[in-house]
């Protein structure tokens, strides 16, 4: 299958060392989709024909190597309930998708949130979360390490963990409300005044991995702003909800 322009993918260099892992983000070039949800729209529940959504998966497994139906979805509810896939199938309600399974690779959709990504080299397990300002303000990441612990005797010293891209510090503006539930230090006032703030959910989740156990030097986030980088990324916020949405997938390849 070959797409209408050149596929890009972001490919999260902490995961570069460990042989068999398959880790990325997709970013909007390179599918089928129409405007506003051109060109590599993953997500269902967007304006986008259900059929160029399908189509822009299968090119993305062509290009992969791997079947359409091993990357796993979920139906995300701005939770934290974490839940664990061991073979082909959606599920739903629920913001965090985890494996030990060779083949199977837990994957979350974003236009804004962010996408968080560990692997655990010492009993090939992967997990995937999707953090927006409630997933962050619950803890997910933290709930992420702690299931994958219970399930696979996962030690978080020993992970690694990519923070994707979602929408950046220097543009993501929330009111009193929201930014009550963070620290300040993650917190700006906003230029537009009115009691509004900016709020960095890149450092949240970065921290909160930290205090889940991993060690600094084997977290990365990434440098990508999605409302700022409109050529590459989906924004709902920049984009009024009229967008598509990326894919952040992990797992193990099964010849590893």
Known sequence: ???????????PAIFGGIPGVLALQTTRKGGFSNPPCD????????????GQVARNLELLGAALGIPPDHVIFTEQVHGTRVVRVDGPGNVSNCDALITHTAGIFPAILTADCYPVLVHDPEHRASGAAHAGWQGT????VQGMLTAMTDAFGTRPEACLAWVGTGISGDRYEVGGEV????DTKYLRPSPGGDGRYLLDLSAANRDQLVEAGLQAGKIECSDYCSSGDREL????????????????????????
């Open 1 to 11: 299958m070959k797409a209408p322009e050149g596929l890009f993918l972001i490919r």
């Open 233 to 256: 990324f989906y924004s709902y916020r920049r984009d009024q909800g009229k967008t598509g949405r990326m894919a952040s997938l992990i797992g193990v390849r099964p010849s590893a």
């Open 137 to 140: 303000a619950g803890g997910i």
């Open 179 to 182: 930014a009550a539930k963070f």
């Open 39 to 50: 060109s590599m729209n993953l997500g269902r529940n967007t304006a986008d024909d259900a």
